[in-house]
């Protein structure tokens, strides 16, 4: 399992036709499964990756906002091992735009803290 720190950025285009800038995404790869999140923006993306060759990848998303209206986007994009995975999500809404993820490989990951917040995303605004 690789995980990549919420450092993370994405742009990314909102329903309203405006770019959302998220400054916190955050990322878990384990065999060819992929999940990217937002906290601030409670946003997942789901995804299982399709295909490798070389540094180069593909993937399909399902995309959660929380927790609700699932969309689907692919993506194409760029793995630099052990330091980071640049992508562009081809979809709509928050499915379209570009991201990049940072790792931290000595980084220490508390996964029950990153699945409470999985969590949170997925049961929506409790507010």
Same mark, same amino acid.
């Given at each position: 399992m690789d995980y990549f720190t919420d450092i993370g950025v994405a742009n990314?285009?909102?329903?309203?036709?405006?770019?959302?800038?998220?400054?916190?995404?955050?990322? %878990?790869v384990m065999d060819d499964n992929i999940m990217m999140m937002s906290m601030s923006h409670k946003i997942i993306y =789901? *995804? !299982?990756?399709?295909?490798?060759?070389g540094k180069y990848f593909t993937a399909d998303f399902i995309i959660?906002?929380?927790?609700?209206?699932?969309?689907?986007?692919?993506?194409?994009? %760029?793995i630099t091992e052990g330091?980071?995975?640049e992508g562009r999500?081809?979809?709509s809404g928050?499915? =379209? *735009? !570009?991201?990049?993820?940072?790792?931290?490989?000595?980084e220490e990951v508390n996964i029950s803290n990153?699945?409470?917040?999985?969590?949170?995303?997925?049961?929506g605004d409790q507010n």
């Open positions: 990314v285009d909102s329903d309203a036709g405006k770019t959302i800038k998220i400054n916190d995404l955050q990322d %878990i =789901n *995804g !299982t990756i399709t295909n490798i060759s959660f906002v929380e927790g609700k209206n699932p969309t689907t986007a692919t993506a194409n994009g %760029i330091s980071k995975i999500l081809t979809g928050v499915g =379209n *735009g !570009t991201f990049s993820l940072f790792s931290m490989p000595n990153t699945i409470n917040e999985l969590q949170e995303i997925l049961d």
